[in-house]
């Protein structure tokens, strides 16, 4: 087995349904990848500790999914510089607008890339991450243009 080079990360076990997207699209473009539910409020002193060692065990990417106040990103984002990409989540009576502007408002200096709110983004986080890693893996641009040639032929 391939050691991950993709970390998908979520705040809450009720995120994996929302989340699933991720994982799957990195399943079928063949990107070694792991899962971790991690809460930046419930659990600050692990997401601290995963995202400062994620580079040295050979992440690459980073992933974060959470809904409501969804800190979880910007906490990943203050202690790596790996590339975080955050999806917010909409479990909450805001319906993913509080965690979108909670994701994608980060101030200067430490980005969080986000992509759309729920299932869709979970999604596009997982073809962004392959994209990102597709930059040094000609084996991966390949699979992603012939992905590409292949949803074109659908349309
Ligand atoms: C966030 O709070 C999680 O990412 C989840 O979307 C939301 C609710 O979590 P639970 O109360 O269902 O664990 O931290």
């Given at each position: 087995m391939a050691l991950p080079v993709v970390g998908i990360l979520m705040g809450s076990e009720s995120d994996k349904p929302r989340m699933a997207g991720a994982s799957d699209v990195l399943t079928?473009?063949?990107v070694p990848h792991e899962v971790l539910?991690?809460?930046?409020?419930?659990?600050?002193?692990?997401?601290?500790?995963?995202?400062?060692g994620a580079q040295a065990k050979g992440i690459r990417v980073l992933i974060a999914g959470a809904g409501m106040a969804a800190h979880l990103a910007g906490a990943i984002a203050a202690r790596t510089v790996l590339p975080v990409i955050g999806v917010p989540l909409d479990g909450s009576p805001l319906l993913g607008l509080d965690a979108l502007l909670a994701t994608v408002q980060m101030p200067p200096g430490v980005p969080v890339a986000t992509v759309a709110v729920g299932s869709a983004g979970a999604k596009n986080a997982g073809f962004l991450a392959a994209q990102i890693l597709?930059?040094?893996?000609?084996?991966?641009d390949a699979r992603l243009k012939a992905r590409r040639v292949q949803s074109a032929a659908k349309t």
């Open positions: 079928e473009l063949g539910v991690l809460s930046a409020h419930r659990s600050p002193a692990e997401v601290g500790a995963y995202a400062e597709a930059l040094s893996n000609p084996e991966l």
